[in-house]
């Protein structure tokens, strides 16, 4: 089985920023895209950001020049580095991550618990 985790959320102001880290762990063998969504009230979940196992990126256009997504392949762990935070960001963010597993190579895609992001004065 595969385990990815959350942290770093919080309540925040305007203007402010915030690091987002979700750690995989478990019966990895190697990892591909990995990503970040968010769930607002009310609305759909979208995609924020993603990243392959290479380092190409990929922003939604809401946060582009605002938030940085990076990986640490060694330590399976992805971050969401979100500065200039405005009120529409506050959502539930989610990390996703394509894993081959260790166990027969077994590929799935997996989500992470979500934790919340709060933006306000």
């Known amino acids: 089985q595969v385990q990815l985790v959350e942290s770093g959320g919080g309540l925040v102001q305007p203007g402010g920023s915030l690091r987002l880290t979700c750690a995989a762990s478990?019966?990895?063998?190697?990892?591909?895209?990995m990503g970040w969504y968010r769930r607002a009230p009310g609305k759909e979940r979208e995609l924020v950001a993603a990243?392959?196992?290479?380092?190409?990126?990929n922003y939604a256009d809401s946060v582009k020049g605002r938030f940085t997504i990076s990986r640490d392949n060694a330590k399976n762990t992805l971050y969401l580095q979100m500065n200039s935070l405005k009120p529409e960001d506050t959502a539930v963010y989610y990390c996703?991550?394509?894993?081959?597993?260790?166990?027969?190579?077994?590929?799935?895609?997996?989500w992470g618990q979500g934790t919340q992001v709060t933006v306000s004065s």
């Open positions: 478990g019966n990895i063998f190697s990892i591909g895209v």
């Open positions: 990243i392959t196992s290479g380092g190409s990126t």
């Open positions: 996703n991550a394509d894993v081959t597993q260790t166990l027969l190579r077994a590929r799935g895609n997996f």
